[in-house]
C-alpha cells in the first residue's frame, strides 16, 4: 500500500510539474496541451516504461536456452534466486557496454527484467554477480520498478521541455513569465524534477541492498561488488546514461561521471555507507577504508572484503 501511494504522490508531482512547464510556456493553451500529454504519457510509461529503458540501453534478452555457459550460468543464477525468494521468474537481459552495472524494470513482478552490462558479468566473479542480480531482485519485490521507469521517463520529458523553452517563444515578453521566467524554468524545472527522484532513490537503494543480502544469503559478496563496479564505472563513460541522465537513477551504481556525497543532491547512497550497512549484516562491521590501485593512470580496483579464499579460475569460478 505505501509503495502504491508513494507511486501516486510521485506521479502527481511530475504530472503537476509538467503541466506548469507548459503554463509558463504557452499560458492556459499551453497548459492544457500539457495536462493532456502528461495524462498520455502516464498511461503510456505504465505500460511501456520497461520496453523504453530496455530499448534505449540496447539490451537483448536471454534465456536459459542459450549456447553461451557464461549467459546461460547468469540467468540460471537469477531464475533459482527468484524461485528462492518466492518470485515470478523476471526476464533476464544484458546490455553491450564495458561500464559495469546492472538495473531492474517493469511495473510490477509479474512483468519484470532484469538487466546487467557485459562489463559487470566480465569483471565480478559468480558470487558477486549474484549479489547484484540479488539487489535487483530486491528491487522487482519491493516495487520499485515502477517508479523507477516512470519517473525516469517523466523526469527526462521535464527537463527535454524546459530545455527547450526558449524555442516555444522565449521572446514572447506577454507570455507568462516572459522571458525571466523562461530562464528560470529552464534551471529550475529539471532540479526540481530530479530532486522527486532523489527523495526516495537513496532510501529504496538501502532497502534492496539489505533485501538483495537475503535473497543471495550473502551480503559481502554484495559488498565486494559495489566496491568494484564503482571504482570501474568512474573509468568508462556510459554514453547512453550520459545522454539520458534521468536514467541514472535506475542503475545499481550511478553511471554518470562524478559521484557525489551521500546528501540531498545525490541519487545514490555513498558506496561506503551501503558497503558498511552490508558488513553489519554479516556480523563482521565496516571493512577498512577502500584503497584504489592505480594502473595506467585508471583508478583500476580497490581494496574490498574478498568474497572467496579459493583462487578464481574464470569469471564463473569453473
Do not use: C
Request: proline residues 6%; aromatic residues 6%; charged residues 15%.
Amino acid at each position: 500500500m505505501h509503495n502504491h501511494l508513494r507511486t501516486f504522490m510521485l506521479l502527481a508531482g511530475l504530472t503537476a510539474l509538467f503541466v506548469g512547464i507548459g503554463y509558463l510556456i504557452g499560458g492556459p493553451t499551453g497548459m492544457a496541451i500539457a495536462l493532456a500529454i502528461g495524462v498520455a504519457m502516464n498511461f503510456f510509461s505504465y505500460w511501456n516504461s520497461d520496453k523504453i529503458v530496455l530499448r534505449m540501453y540496447g539490451a537483448r534478452e536471454v534465456d536459459p536456452g542459450t549456447t553461451d555457459p557464461f549467459l546461460r550460468n547468469y540467468v540460471s543464477d537469477v531464475f533459482e534466486m527468484s524461485d528462492k525468494a518466492g518470485m515470478p521468474r523476471p526476464k533476464v537481459y544484458v546490455m553491450e557496454t564495458e561500464q559495469p552495472n546492472a538495473f531492474a524494470t517493469g511495473r510490477n513482478p509479474e512483468n519484470a527484467a532484469v538487466a546487467a552490462t557485459m562489463g559487470l558479468l566480465r569483471m565480478l566473479d559468480r558470487r558477486e554477480i549474484r549479489g547484484v542480480m540479488a539487489h535487483e531482485l530486491a528491487h522487482v519485490k519491493n516495487h520499485d520498478t515502477l517508479t523507477m521507469t516512470i519517473t525516469a521517463t517523466l523526469a527526462g520529458a521535464i527537463s527535454s521541455l524546459a530545455n527547450f523553452a526558449l524555442f516555444f517563444g522565449g521572446n514572447d515578453r506577454e507570455r507568462p513569465g516572459g522571458i525571466i521566467g523562461t530562464i528560470a524554468l529552464m534551471i529550475l524545472a529539471p532540479m526540481a524534477a530530479a530532486l522527486v527522484q532523489m527523495a526516495i532513490s537513496r532510501g529504496r537503494e538501502y532497502e534492496a541492498d539489505k533485501g538483495g543480502a537475503e535473497i543471495s544469503g550473502d551480503p559481502q559478496a554484495l559488498a565486494s561488488a559495489l566496491q568494484k563496479i564503482e571504482a570501474y564505472a568512474q573509468g568508462i563513460v556510459n554514453v547512453t546514461a550520459e545522454r539520458n541522465p534521468a536514467t541514472g537513477q535506475m542503475f545499481i551504481i550511478n553511471p554518470l561521471n562524478g559521484h557525489g556525497a551521500d546528501n540531498l543532491f545525490s541519487t545514490h547512497p555513498a558506496t561506503a555507507n551501503r558497503v558498511a550497512a552490508l558488513m553489519k549484516l554479516t556480523g563482521r562491521g565496516a571493512p577498512p577504508p577502500a584503497q584504489p590501485i592505480v594502473s595506467g593512470g585508471r583508478r583500476a580496483a580497490t581494496a574490498v572484503p574478498t568474497t572467496s579464499a579459493a583462487p578464481k579460475r574464470g569469471p564463473w569460478n569453473s
